[in-house]
């Protein structure tokens, strides 16, 4: 039973533009929601991670949006680049010591 | 580089053979843990250990798999009696832990395991 729930599976968008995922959750026990960034045969990297008292947090070209009243946060990549081709995963934790749980995961393409 | 090491990268084995899985996390992190992660799928968490004490274990870990941490180092995961299902990326991860402060995970490059 997968505890957050992500989407779109798979995305497309052209050099420049805004890459957009969404994760929904149902525990309210969560506290902590990272993004990971995953490039083929290499493991998880953390890319941003936010908190529920703050509704944006944005790093460079990565901003996550969190609505705790809908329990839904998402990532937008602004001026995407074809080196953002990853797959990105949503993640939450209501731990402390931070067991992850993740989403499925999107697979990001940016086309030249 | 100092970052979260695994060996080996990749495991083939037949069916019904023991596989062993070695996890070197950063220097002074406390924390480890080990996910799963099969294609298509976010990684999945099987077992936590804070210094050499194991102190969580998913319902995923059947009894075929244990996790080592000895004198708070490095990491073995064993998977006895493989089965076609167990075929999967397993990811090590580690952090600095502090009481009651959420810390970055760091993720080694995983072990693809294949079992025949």
């Known amino acids: 039973q997968q505890q957050v729930k992500q989407s779109p599976q798979s995305l497309i968008v052209q050099k420049g533009g805004i890459s957009i995922i969404n994760c929904a959750y149902e525990n309210t026990a969560f506290d902590y929601f990272p993004w990971y960034q995953q490039f083929p045969g290499k493991g998880p990297a953390l890319l941003i991670a936010i908190r529920p008292d703050v509704s944006e947090k944005k790093e460079g070209r990565f901003t996550i949006s969190f609505n705790k009243s809908a329990k839904q946060f998402s990532l937008h990549i602004m001026d995407s680049q074809p080196g953002d081709s990853a797959t990105y995963f949503c993640?939450?934790?209501?731990?402390?010591?931070?067991?992850?749980?993740f989403g499925a995961g999107t697979q990001v393409v940016v086309t030249p | 580089d100092t970052g979260v090491s695994q060996d080996p990268r990749h495991k083939i084995t037949k069916r019904g053979q023991n596989v062993t899985f070695r996890c070197d996390p950063i220097s002074e992190h406390n924390r480890l843990y080990w996910y799963r992660q099969t294609l298509g799928q976010g990684p999945e968490f099987l077992t936590y250990?804070?210094?050499?004490?194991?102190?969580?274990k998913s319902r995923l870990l059947s009894d075929r798999f244990s996790a080592e941490r000895p004198k708070g180092s490095f990491s073995t995961l064993e998977i006895q009696r493989t089965e076609q299902g167990d075929s999967a990326m397993y990811l090590c991860a580690s952090s600095l832990g502090l009481a009651g402060i959420q810390e970055t995970q760091y993720f080694g490059p995983g072990t693809r395991l294949l079992v025949l």
């Open positions: 993640a939450a934790s209501e731990d402390s010591w931070g067991k992850l749980q």
């Open positions: 250990f804070q210094n050499e004490a194991q102190l969580e």
